[in-house]
């Protein structure tokens, strides 16, 4: 099937690795351990979206059980770009490091790129592992949503979760400088939890514009929701899933262009006009 999708789709890549190692690959009866996949306009779009992406797994609930890798972008017009996936057993270090290394390969190239994920182990541990995705050639990012989440089941205060929330999406050093008084004076081991992390991972005052204001994955969730049912299909229907999920979103978007009629798409030019109106009335 992948083979014929490639040969039906130019620039779309695959990638195994089957169990037993490279010496596997001419083996007739090969069991595959990972398998990787990229769709050709989606390695051509994100050329021009900003350099952040958001990494997030599913679990399989079918026969096959397993993990469905997932890494989304987003235009410069806040759509989803749905990147690339990969079926594995499970969220490790040697799975995370197969999808890295041939999202590098075949998709990011050598482009800087910001990643933003939850703080998955095996994530971490491959991103450290691999020099290609450290900085300056990549830099990691914590979703501030799933922080705020492990912030809340460790000390249970509502006060402590806003000013989670408002420590990592302040801008003001000032107001940054005042909630970090407040919640040191309120709570020392929640102040120590999270001044453990290094800010620029998890703040905006201290991203140096990496992030490009996203604080959270929930591009990737979003795109996750949308491929909810898949989770249920054997591997080959959900390979196939994920190729039409994809085919409708470019489909959708080009219907909108082609019915756009603004020099700006859509909303935008709302906007723009309504600005330009207050514009005019200023002296």
């Known amino acids: 099937y992948f083979v014929a999708l490639q040969r ?4 779309t890549a695959v990638d195994w690795e089957f169990q037993g190692g490279d010496m596997a690959r001419h083996v007739p009866d090969r069991e595959f ?5 990229t769709f050709g306009p989606a390695i051509q779009n994100f050329e021009m979206c900003p350099s952040v992406i ?19 972008a987003q235009t410069a017009n806040k759509r989803l770009l749905p990147m690339a996936y990969a079926l594995v057993d499970e969220e490790s270090t040697n799975s995370w490091s197969f999808f890295l290394r041939n999202l590098r390969r075949f998709v ?3 482009r800087q790129i910001c990643v933003l994920s939850d703080r998955d182990v095996g994530l971490r541990s491959a991103i450290e592992s691999l020099p290609d995705w450290q ?9 501030l949503r799933h922080l705020r989440s492990n912030v809340v089941t460790r000390f249970r205060s509502k006060k402590i979760q806003d000013w989670c929330w408002d420590l990592g999406s302040q801008l003001s050093k000032q107001k940054f400088r005042q909630t970090k008084e407040q919640l040191q004076e309120f709570n020392p081991d929640a102040y120590n939890y999270l001044f453990k992390i290094p800010l620029n991972q998890w703040t905006l005052y201290r991203d140096e514009k990496r992030r490009w204001g996203t604080l959270t994955t929930n591009i990737s969730e979003s795109y996750n929701n949308i491929l909810k049912g898949v989770r249920f299909l054997p591997c080959r229907a959900l390979v196939d899933t994920t190729f ?5 979103l470019f489909r959708q978007e080009q219907n909108k262009s082609s019915r756009c009629r603004s020099p700006i798409v859509g909303e935008h030019y709302v906007a723009f006009l309504q600005l330009k109106q207050t514009a005019a009335t200023h002296e």
Do not use: M
């Not at 039906?8 to 620039?11: I, L, S």
């Not at 351990?33 to 996949?37: D, G, P, S, T």
């Open 135 to 143: 900085e300056p050639a990549a830099y990691h990012r914590i979703c």
């Open 33 to 37: 351990k990972f398998v990787f996949w």
């Open 54 to 72: 958001s990494i997030d797994g599913t679990h399989l609930r079918g026969h096959y059980k397993g993990k469905l890798l997932v890494v989304v």
């Open 8 to 11: 039906a789709n130019p620039n």
């Open 244 to 248: 039409h999920k994809t085919l409708d």
């Open 108 to 110: 990011v190239f050598d």
